[in-house]
């Protein structure tokens, strides 16, 4: 009722996982509104196999944030952000809406945050496994790595412009050739593999 009343139109409701990709198949929504703990089947595999039979999809992961420790999974299986289940209807339909557009729906404070918080759980790569890790990274120039580094602390594209003076419209270049070079879709997947690469630390540093 929610997003229909602000002119989104729901094309179907399910009341667990296994029922929301069903429906997804039959009606390939742009957006899922995913709860990340229900029944049968909870969120997180519920987005991955959207995603995996839908990649055009946007998924948005429903959460209470402090209890739910695997959101920084969530987003490596492919969401595109990420909700506090208290969120007002206003900001529930502009969430749609943004990332009906290919953004991502994590705003800096939220991103360090994410980091801090659930990155410190996930399996670091080793020394061994860093040059194969950093390999994904070969097609960058030193800037871009730079400007993916500072993507992955969470900085927003004038915090970005700010540290590395430079204007908004030459950062803006630098992330969308960052997310060409390496097939990214948006900013939470540049978040997730700048963790991986070890370019950000789990502290976020």
């Not at 899922?32 to 039979?53: F, K, N, Q």
């Not at 994590?106 to 020394?127: D, K, M």
């Amino acid at each position: 009722m929610i997003l229909a009343a602000r002119g989104i139109d729901v094309v179907a409701e399910a009341a667990d996982g296994a029922e929301a990709v069903a429906a997804a198949v039959v009606h390939r929504p742009d957006v899922a509104l995913l709860d990340i703990r229900m029944p049968t089947m909870d969120g997180l595999e519920a987005a991955r196999r959207i995603l995996g039979l839908l990649p055009r999809c946007r998924v948005i992961m429903l959460t209470t944030f402090d209890l739910d420790h695997y959101v920084y999974a969530a987003l490596a299986a492919g969401a595109s952000g990420f909700l506090l289940k208290d969120v007002t209807s206003a900001h529930l339909a502009a969430a749609v809406r943004l990332v009906d557009t290919g953004d991502a729906l994590l705003a800096p404070s939220i991103t360090r945050r994410l980091v801090e918080r659930f990155a410190a759980g996930s399996p670091q790569p080793s020394a061994a496994d860093a040059p194969a890790l950093h390999l994904h990274l070969a097609p960058l120039t030193p800037r871009e790595v730079e400007v993916l580094t500072l993507l992955g602390r969470g900085l927003s594209n004038t915090e970005l412009a700010g540290q590395l003076t430079l204007s908004e419209s030459t950062v803006k270049t630098h992330v969308a050739r960052i997310f060409a070079k390496l097939h990214l879709r948006d900013r939470a997947q540049a978040v997730v593999l700048a963790k991986e690469t070890g370019l950000v630390a789990p502290g976020g540093g």
